[in-house]
């Protein structure tokens, strides 16, 4: 599976709009995108998932550019509950089932 | 609720001692997999099953860790003669195929304490 880089923290306060940005540089031409989230002792869960261009779903929008080395999960309008770790994976599922997460990016939201 | 359900939440156990954590997947998912998280760290795959059997195993799962399946529903995760490096939380998940892509759907997770 394509190694994943994403900025280990990032700050916002409620109400902002949050960028995370994932670089896959070598991500393969099945590969798909996909974002978990993971509150303080719980699993992670599922957010969203791409292949190209963007998607969005009631939760979040992934914007991913033509190149698809890269992607950006944006969460709008931030709450405090949104505090937590946001993965970032990319693997095609057809043959390599298992996730492969890197350490994610840590969110603060303040108030 | 019909998540994924895994039992116990915490355990704390002497070095030495055997483990045995459930998991319990989402009705009617054929797939079921076991991943270990240390503080601080995205979560490691550990092994993966499809419906009974069990096709693949990390190099991260030594001897002393055994993953049953026996009829393809709840799985079973042993630890013997634990050790203090054993400490970690164990999660479980449980997917069912969809094209193109699966989504795993993650339990609430074990936390293991080896004192």
Redesign the interface.
């Known amino acids: 599976l394509a190694k994943t880089t994403q900025p280990i923290s990032m700050d916002s306060y409620e109400g902002q709009e949050v960028n995370i940005t994932c670089s896959h540089n070598n991500i393969a031409t099945n590969d798909?995108i996909?974002w978990y989230q993971q509150f303080p002792?719980?699993?992670?869960?599922?957010i969203i998932?791409g292949y190209k261009t963007k998607v969005t779903n009631e939760v979040a929008s992934l914007f991913i550019p033509a190149d698809r080395k890269s992607s950006t999960l944006s969460l709008p309008r931030v709450s405090l509950s949104d505090t937590a770790?946001y993965?970032c994976l990319v693997g095609?599922?057809?043959s390599s089932?298992?996730?492969?997460?890197?350490?994610?990016t840590r969110l603060l939201v303040r108030p | 609720d019909t998540g994924v359900s895994q039992d116990p939440r915490h355990k704390i156990t002497k070095r030495g001692q055997n483990v045995t954590f459930r998991c319990d997947p989402i009705s009617e998912h054929n797939r079921l997999y076991w991943y270990r998280q240390t503080l601080g760290q995205g979560p490691e795959f550990l092994t993966y099953f499809q419906n009974e059997a069990q096709l693949e195993k990390s190099r991260l799962l030594s001897d002393r860790f055994s993953a049953e399946r026996p009829k393809g529903s709840f799985s079973t995760l042993e630890i013997q003669r634990t050790e203090q490096g054993d400490s970690a939380m164990y999660l479980c998940a449980s997917s069912e195929r969809e094209a193109p892509q699966e989504t795993q759907y993650f339990g609430p997770g074990t936390r293991l304490l080896v004192l």
């Open positions: 798909y996909t002792s719980q699993g992670p869960r599922f998932q770790v993965y095609a599922m057809d089932y298992k996730l492969i997460f890197g350490s994610g």
